[in-house]
């Protein structure tokens, strides 16, 4: 189902820097951030699910990101990366590429802080998103391209511009940004395995540079749709390659990986276990998580929990941290994962 194929052309965005990045750099970043973070919002809440721990036999905790402004972890890597910039970076104002999680994130820090912001998306795009990025004072543009080729080009029209592109995931103030949720369970529970769901690497970067460095007997899982792997078979390349995907309700995960892009190096640094899981699957951990804990979550979010359930009971007598990164999905969409479920998984 999954072909590598040929990669992109050059992009000249962060050059062999991962090259230069030691992972304890970056946990150290991450550390700066949480301070910084802290100021603007709590910590996410770590919670114990009962339904995960009897069917895995281990202790699961749900770090529930979702809970966070914007309602996804992108509001760590958006704030971390705008409060940053100096002040004649923010006169310029900032540029991304998303309608989702990403895009919602910037675009709300960039009002917080009074910098002006473009979002770059697709004509395909949920309304409900664009409206909402849209009520937040930012401006869209929008592209009949895939993702990866609009990412592409509004980097290219920031550099014309003079506007800072903020990646969702190509940048280490954004990677530094996403590791303070990996901090912030650490700091909360002694464990011994962390789940996450995996799109460009920003999460698993930010968190596995804070797992490899201050508790690195700790296992790091990365979970993928079996229908968007990208980064995973870029992290096998070394390099970024195109991937044919097809259409994931963990939508917030797909996508192609920028040529040069700084995680595909740091992944493979960290070098996490890895799991590929079913649209079945991850519709299965929507439905498990509303009808036991009273959750509702993407798909995204569902996929790690879809990943743990992979493991069955290999976890077992272990506390495992399983990352909710977001709740953004619309009730039609939430719909059709009861549809796709019907009823395969035993509650």
């Not at 650490?186 to 920003?202: K, N, R």
């Not at 890895?274 to 993407?298: D, F, H, W």
């Amino acid at each position: 189902m999954e072909r590598p194929e040929d990669i992109r052309g050059d992009l000249p965005s962060l050059p062999h820097l991962e090259d230069q990045v030691s992972l304890a750099f970056l946990a150290k970043k991450s550390r700066e951030a949480l301070v910084d973070l802290r100021r603007r919002t709590r910590a996410s809440p770590l919670v114990k699910s009962q339904a995960l721990s009897r069917l895995t036999g281990a202790e699961v905790l749900l770090k529930c990101d979702q809970m966070l402004p914007t309602g996804a972890f992108k509001f760590r890597g958006a704030f971390n990366k705008l409060t940053s910039l100096q002040e004649a970076q923010r006169k310029m104002g900032v540029m991304t590429a998303s309608t989702g999680n990403h895009g919602l994130a910037v675009a709300t820090v960039a009002a917080e802080l009074g910098i002006s912001a473009t979002i770059h998306a697709s004509e395909q795009a949920s309304r409900a998103k664009l409206d909402a990025i849209r009520a937040l004072g930012a401006e869209i543009v929008l592209h009949a391209a895939d993702p990866l080729t609009i990412e592409l080009e509004a980097r290219r029209i920031s550099e014309c511009t003079g506007q800072v592109f903020v990646s969702p995931y190509n940048d280490l103030d954004v990677i530094a940004g996403q590791g303070t949720c990996g901090l912030e369970i650490i700091d909360e529970a002694p464990i011994d395995a962390v789940v996450l769901s995996v799109g460009g690497g920003g999460l698993l970067c930010g968190v596995g540079a804070a797992l490899r460095t201050e508790c690195p007997n700790a296992e790091l899982m990365a979970v993928w749709p079996e229908n968007a792997p990208s980064l995973f078979h870029s992290m096998k390349a070394g390099r970024a390659v195109e991937v044919e995907e097809f259409p994931t309700i963990a939508d917030a995960t797909a996508g192609g990986v920028e040529p040069g892009s700084v995680t595909i190096s740091l992944a493979s640094k960290i070098a996490p276990n890895t799991s590929l899981v079913s649209e079945q699957g991850i519709a299965a951990a929507m439905v498990l998580l509303a009808r036991e804990e009273r959750l509702i979550v993407e798909g995204s979010a569902a996929l790690a929990v879809a990943g743990l359930m992979s493991r069955g009971q290999s976890l077992a007598g272990k506390t495992v941290a399983v990352i909710l990164c977001g709740r953004n999905i619309s009730y039609e969409k939430f719909e059709q994962a009861f549809l796709a479920d019907k009823g395969s998984i035993i509650c």
